[in-house]
């Protein structure tokens, strides 16, 4: 029976054993995925060992997560240096709305207000 | 009002004479009968203050807040039992001794008549709450998150204490009720422009205002479950209730003295809102969320219309509620995960439905839904300011729409989906904390009944 080619599409990448280049892989390579397939297992080894503890009680840590969980909440002011990028976004998302709306509420009260006061509005309840 | 000072001060001699199986049931009910007594100074018969002593008075802007602070002790008894459970018995005594003493300088704060006694008290506020939040915090932050929210709100206050001596040596009394009548226009010179930035500072920096909000993520992150409840629930309307005190004497310096401070409120609830759609940490989500309300009770003291007082204490008592429930519900995802990075802790609501039903009363209020209080006090505060110039409805309506984003986000990421493989084994839902809940969310919903009661003075 002859299977029809199997073709990889977006979402379905082509499997190891049907790429043909896995057949001739060079030395070198097989052995820095022997040393990738040791790593993994060590780290699978040593989760698996905390996991199945009978007397843990809670979590099992995650380095890699209180790392980031650091990264992305503590550790940001230290590693912060002004570039021309962030004084532009600094200037442009902090300092400048600032000063943007105050002109605009500015114009827009000294309006209204100079159309009250001028008798032009009626304001409920206010006097000039 | 010595009623409830004295049995709140008296609650002190009970913890510390208290056996040790009894500690945490006498200091919960007996707190939970002060608030009660509380409760009937709710009873404002007219616009005026009932006024106890020349000491004390309870107005329609204190009442409602002492009635939250009184409330608030029980709740957060309630909640710190759990991480104390494992602490020594003198432990267990001191802290319950720090929040009482933080209580007792809270409910003297609300109903001070001297403002140079408000001062005194508003800075006793803070030692306790330094030591709760440097002793019994669970990061090393708890250091830095401490000196951070010391040292802002000392620089922030010591202003304010050379401006209410000079006013007591210009007016000759400091006594809240008198200035209120002897009221005249601050010339206008520099330094009543200095006197102006004096006396707001203190405010600005506890409420907080945006540039100065920087203590507010560290302190309610760091500090213990009773300590973010505090902080975030009374403390910063201690800021808010000050202005709305202290704005009675610096008209009308404030017509243009307030700009740059609606500017940075406004602009910093939009910028902190959208931070609360970054944030990893669950607690600090929350405390961006603090920022971004208060913003707009600064708004509305600022603006200075009878609507907007009304919005802004109506706002001030649903965002303590809400987000005191908040932190409840935040601390018992920490108790059981031992994290507060939200992403480990998704689809609760497979595992505790019930908690999740709380999950979802407290996200509801907080991103205003009708016919909540929260509702109300931002439909106020939003109305009064598009009275004020009709273009800040571009930027509430932002707001609004950002604090419903991440309302939600925060809902669906901790409540829906698919629950992470390590949690299937985390203990179900006390009744304490189901209690807790309860407790927050029954005023909060029955207040939506009768709101007037916490419209303020200019009901």
Known sequence: ?????????????????????????????????????????????????????????????????????????ANIYPNFRPTPKTSLLGALFGIGPLFFWYYVFKTDRENQLTKVWCSLVLWEGGQP | MLKIIIPTIMLMPLTWLSKKNMIWINTTTYSLLISLISLSLLNQPSNNSLNFSLMFFSDPLSAPLLVLTTWLLPLMLMASQ???????????????????????????????????????????TLVPTLIIITRWGNQTERLNAGLYFLFYTLMGSLPLLVALISIQNLTGSLNFLLIQYWNQALPDSWSNIFLWLACMMAFMVKMPLYGLHLWLPKAHVEAPIAGSMVLAAILLKLGGYGMLRITTMLNPQTSFMAYPFLMLSLWGMIMTSSICLRQTDLKSLIAYSSVSHMALVIVAVLIQTPWSYMGA???????????????????????????????????????????????????????????????????????????????????????????????????????????????????????????????????????????????????
């Open chain 2, 82 to 124: 759990h991480h104390l459970s494992k602490e020594p018995l003198i432990r267990k005594k001191l802290y319950i001794t720090m929040l009482t003493m933080l209580q007792t300088f809270l409910i003297m704060t609300f109903t001070a008549t001297e403002l140079i006694s408000f001062y005194i008290l508003f800075e006793a």
């Open chain 2, 313 to 459: 204490t109506a706002l001030m008592i649903a965002h303590g509620l809400t987000s005191s429930m908040l932190f409840c519900l935040a601390n018992s995802n920490y108790e059981r995960t031992h994290s507060r990075t939200m992403i480990l802790a998704r689809g609760l609501q497979t595992l505790l439905p019930l908690m999740a039903a709380w999950w979802l009363l407290a996200s509801l209020t907080n991103l205003a839904l009708p016919p909540s209080i929260n509702l109300i006090g931002e439909l106020f505060v939003v109305m009064s300011s598009f009275s004020w110039s009709n273009i800040t409805i571009i930027l509430m309506g932002t707001n609004i729409t950002i604090t419903a984003l991440y309302s939600l986000y925060m809902l669906i990421t901790t409540q829906r989906g698919k629950y992470t493989h390590h949690i299937n084994s985390i203990k179900p839902s006390f009744t304490r904390e189901n209690a807790l809940m309860a407790l927050h969310m029954t005023p909060l919903l029955l207040l939506s009944l009768n709101p007037k009661i916490i419209l303020g003075f200019t009901y």
């Open chain 1, 1 to 73: 029976m002859s299977f029809p080619k199997y073709e990889p599409s977006r979402l379905a990448s082509l499997p190891t054993t049907l790429d043909p280049a896995e057949y001739d892989i060079s030395p070198e390579t097989r052995k820095a995925q022997a040393e990738r397939l040791a790593i993994r297992s060590r780290l699978k080894r040593e989760y698996l060992l905390q996991y199945n503890d009978p007397s843990r009680r809670g979590l099992v840590e995650d380095p890699a997560l209180l790392r980031w969980t650091y990264a992305r909440s």
